[in-house]
């Protein structure tokens, strides 16, 4: 059984440009999320990481397409047109339709603009030829058209009779396919026609979006784009031309949709009925075990809180928070001249540039803040200038009208069964804690402000129902649709500790107090197919896995359900860190839930709150242990007991594809042992330790390579 492919990767680096990978993730996400996770990737991670088992569409953007070439050229672009022969799919947008054709000619005749040459990838087999419409001009509107263009139904018979045959699509810079009809004998289909005269000889047709299947894998390339939502267009970013560009784009919005979806369908992907809209980020509860001692945080933060005309904000590094006290809860959070205080702080959701209208400052920024409970009209969100605002709880748990998809009552009556189970002394994990709905992440949250992290306690921790920007290791991302379960725990672990309970450790027991926590929820529930796989993914069988053979299951019959991801730092005598875990609990897609584990064993669904203290005190039990005993014989084999490699054979590519047999981890830094193979896999006494930070794994296929 193959991996699930669940990931639409979206390249950022070398030759993108911010705004069309911006627009792309906006579009995708709203088409695709959560069937499959749209994230953004870097040319180091294409290059390095083994991202094509899992990735259903590689998506390039549009920006300039030798930034590309520079990046990719040779060992990228082979890895790229591997994976779409073997049956992924490629979408290009404008630069990344001029980069996915066998020739690029752009402007040829202007030696100041001219890009001419031969391309790699060759998905196209011909030319794509620009400009088709003349004006362009690098990062300005002033070349801004809105095209009409003519779709092809016979290609793409997902979209319905009722949908218009013509739209208008944002165009600025983008080519032609040149004599895409001649060659459709080489499989290239058109799937949508400039109606216009064109600026360039375009040959026997006025191809703008072009398909080809290639090998058992597609690709589409446009030269305009279509993923570009008229809501996302700031009118006043161009001259009046590109206003009404925008108007005319909008005018016939909805057969743009239409027409992503059936080109997503095209390319094998399931694609949402309806759009999934854009979530607005919500307030955060602060709440304790014992009431009381939220007053204590409270108190703790007062050397970096700002007060302005009495409301109280912290300015960490990369956010800002308004602490909404009791008196001014309910009040629509209210916010005064804060931009003049605090300039890097917005208080709304648009990106959009003020308008030129004379409104006073202290108006607009009381009008954003009063508008960040919307959606407001689904535009894209810079999560990181969106004021985060916290509520603290000093006298009571927050009641089931403010936090409808968390129960505080439930969460902490449960931390308090779990832990009196337990042999802890004195229980710090969980006993504190941060709640939203819809976060940015609960990782990034308290990582990246270490002005408020340095105040919070031991155990504190952060947890939501959804979160929008979630971190995954190394460039990864994790996204969290509701129905997940993700919190991040703060740490502090003395350095006196260093040599005989290693930091590196804590990513181990972490994924051993998921299962635990997990496999103790409640009898029964200790049947569940969960395993943990190197170095910090959690993996479960699939509910679709064959029967196993001779009484074992193949790895490949596991699929991911979760991660794990550690952030640390240091000063004075003690490692700070930043634990994060998101697991899916409750939603099936894009793999497996362990709800659905559960139902297959016939056991009922998990409660989010109980499951977040169960895990909670799994985790502090093991971690207090660990600081006591370190990394030995007993955390070692309960480990080993969950772990999906045991003697699973390994080729190591930067050795030249020696054979090695995995044997386990070493109990000093938590190196990955692997013993050497030779002849009849015979082992050669020579054992790799290898770590997890450079070094690239692909376990599934057998692979692990040397990063560099």
């Not at 705004?19 to 990737?41: C, D, M, N, Q």
């Not at 058209?145 to 018979?157: G, T, Y």
């Not at 003395?494 to 926590?517: D, E, W």
Request: aromatic letters at 10%.
């Amino acid at each position: 059984m193959a991996s699930r492919r669940m990931n639409v990767l979206v390249y950022s680096g070398n030759g993108s440009t911010s705004e069309s990978v911006h627009h792309t993730l906006y579009t995708l996400r709203r088409l695709l999320s959560p069937k499959y996770a749209v994230i953004p990737i870097t040319g180091e991670t294409l290059l390095k990481e083994p991202w094509t088992a899992t990735c259903a569409l590689i998506v390039f953007p549009g920006g300039a397409d030798l930034g590309y070439c520079r990046t990719l050229d040779g060992a990228g672009n082979r890895k790229i047109t591997q994976f779409v022969n073997r049956g992924g799919s490629y979408l290009g947008f404008c630069a990344g339709g001029y980069y996915g054709s066998a020739r690029c000619e752009f402007e040829v005749d202007d030696k100041k603009m001219a890009v001419v040459g031969d391309r790699e990838l060759g998905f196209f087999p011909g030319t794509c030829r620009g400009l088709a419409f003349p004006g362009f001009v690098y990062q300005s509107e002033a070349g801004t058209r809105a095209v009409e263009l003519e779709i092809n139904r016979s290609a793409l018979p997902s979209i319905k009779d009722t949908v218009p045959g013509l739209f208008r699509s944002y165009y600025n810079g983008g080519g032609v396919f040149v004599d895409a009809k001649k060659l459709a004998e080489r499989g290239v289909e058109i799937l949508a026609s400039f109606k216009e005269d064109l600026h360039v000889d375009s040959g026997d047709s006025k191809a703008a979006v072009v398909y080809r299947k290639i090998g058992d894998g597609h690709a589409i390339l446009t030269g305009p784009h279509p993923e570009f939502a008229p809501i996302n267009l700031n009118k006043s970013n161009g001259p009046p031309s590109y206003a009404a560009a925008i108007d005319a784009i909008a005018a016939s919005d909805a057969t743009r949709v239409a027409f992503m979806k059936a080109c997503l369908v095209k390319l094998g992907l399931q694609v949402n009925e309806e759009e999934q809209p854009v979530p607005s980020l919500s307030r955060l509860h602060l709440t304790a075990r014992t009431p009381s001692d939220v007053a204590e945080i409270l108190a703790s933060w007062h050397e970096v809180t700002t007060l302005i005309d009495g409301a109280e904000y912290v300015q960490a590094e990369n956010d800002t928070f308004h602490v909404e006290r009791a008196a001014t809860w309910g009040m629509g959070s209210l916010v005064k001249a804060v931009t003049s205080v605090l300039p890097d702080a917005v208080s709304g959701n648009s990106k959009e540039k003020p308008s030129p209208e004379d409104t006073p400052p202290k108006e607009k920024a009381l009008e954003a803040e009063s508008s960040d409970d919307s959606t407001s009209g689904d535009k894209i969100i810079d999560y990181d200038k969106v004021i985060k605002r916290i509520v603290p709880h000093e006298k009571m748990l927050p009641s089931g009208r403010e936090t409808p998809s968390f129960n505080h009552d439930a969460y902490y009556a449960n931390l308090a069964h779990f832990q009196s189970k337990s042999d802890i002394d004195e229980p710090s994990f969980g006993t504190h804690l941060l709640y939203g709905e819809v976060v940015t992440s609960t990782n990034t949250i308290l990582e990246k402000n270490p002005k408020l992290l340095n105040t919070l306690p031991q155990g504190f921790t952060a947890t939501a129902t959804m979160q929008v920007a979630g971190r995954g290791r190394g460039s990864n991302v994790w996204l969290a649709p509701p129905g997940s379960l993700m919190f991040s725990t703060v740490i502090r672990h003395p350095i006196a500790l260093t040599a005989s309970a290693p930091v590196i450790f804590v990513q181990y027991l972490t994924a051993l107090a998921f299962v635990k926590g997990a496999k103790g929820y409640a009898p029964g529930y200790d049947r569940l197919p969960i395993k943990l796989k190197w170095p910090n993914d959690i993996y479960a069988l699939s509910p679709t896995a064959p029967k196993p053979t001779n009484g074992r299951h193949s790895n490949t019959d596991f699929v991911k359900i979760g991660g794990i991801l550690v952030n640390s730092s240091y000063s004075g005598s003690e490692y700070t860190l930043v634990v994060g875990v998101g697991i899916n609990v409750a939603n099936p897609s894009p793999t497996t839930s362990l709800n659905q584990l559960a139902a297959k064993e016939g056991l009922k669904a998990f409660q989010m709150e109980k499951l977040l203290a169960s895990i909670l005190v799994e985790f502090e039990t093991l971690y207090r242990r660990f600081c006591a005993k370190g990394w030995d014989r007993e955390a070692e084999g309960a480990y080993y007991d969950g772990w999906l490699h045991t003697n699973q054979i390994v080729e190591l590519e930067a050795e030249g594809g020696v054979r090695a047999r995995v044997k386990g981890i070493t109990r000093d830094w938590g190196l990955l042992l692997a013993e050497e193979l030779g002849w009849e896999d015979r082992p050669t006494g020579k054992i790799w330790e290898l770590q997890s930070d450079s070094n690239s794994f692909d376990f599934f296929k057998g692979l692990l390579k040397r990063k560099v």
